[in-house]
């Protein structure tokens, strides 16, 4: 069962336009949230993260926003760049299970110039 | 510094065999943990270990198993392989947290 859903597989913006990249989780246990990006060929990198003590963090043009009580959380980029064209990821964990990461399928961003 | 990699990048299988893939982390890291990527499941984790121990541990049956070396570089294995076993499998790497994890291109496996 999949505890941590992506339900858009796929979503195409204009370059400088904002993309908005959501996520859902179904454990409650769940306090720690991590958005990675992917390239073809490559690994996941780690873009951002966020606890659940908050309901914002920033770092440049990312921003991941958490809903605790809809068990919802998003990713913005802005302003969104060709660059940003990659799938993301996201993850959630029980701080208690250390390294054991619960991923979403992805979606699959593509910024057109 | 290097890079988390993978070895071999590209495997074939045939069912009922058994596949060992390789993982050497980023130097000095401790912690190494291995993933399973599906076009349907996403992401999977399937364990992780920390100074030749393994101290995590997913939901996947026992023909999936692994060990890590003093010198932190980890082994997966897999026996009987099966068709829904074809991945991509990843390894991470990290010092500590999960916020610190650095992930390898990943091991295609290919089982027919």
């Known amino acids: 069962d999949q505890q941590v859903k992506q339900n858009s597989p796929s979503l195409s913006v204009q370059e400088g336009r904002i993309s908005i990249l959501n996520c859902d989780y179904t454990n409650s246990m769940f306090d720690y949230f991590l958005w990675y990006k992917k390239y073809p060929a490559e690994g996941p990198t780690f873009l951002i993260s966020?606890?659940?003590?908050?309901d914002k963090n920033e770092d440049g043009r990312f921003t991941v926003f958490l809903n605790k009580s809809a068990k919802h959380l998003s990713l913005h980029i802005v302003p969104s760049q060709p660059g940003d064209s990659a799938v993301y990821f996201c993850a959630a964990s029980e701080v208690t299970g250390a390294n054991n990461l619960f991923f979403g399928t992805g979606t699959r961003l593509t910024v057109i110039p | 510094k290097a890079g988390v990699t993978q070895t071999p990048r590209y495997l074939i299988k045939t069912r009922g065999q058994q596949v060992t893939l390789s993982c050497s982390p980023i130097?000095?890291?401790?912690?190494v943990s291995w993933y399973q990527q599906t076009p349907g499941q996403g992401l999977q984790f399937l364990f992780e270990y920390f100074s030749e121990t393994q101290r995590n541990k997913g939901n996947f049956p026992g023909r999936f198993s692994g060990r890590q070396f003093s010198n932190s570089r980890s082994e997966m294995n897999v026996s009987t392989l099966e068709l829904g076993d074809s991945a991509l499998y990843l390894c991470?790497?990290?010092?500590?947290?999960?916020?610190?994890?650095?992930f390898g291109p990943g091991t295609r496996l290919t089982v027919l």
């Open positions: 130097s000095g890291h401790r912690s």
């Open positions: 966020i606890s659940s003590i908050k």
């Open positions: 991470a790497s990290s010092p500590r947290g999960l916020d610190t994890q650095y």
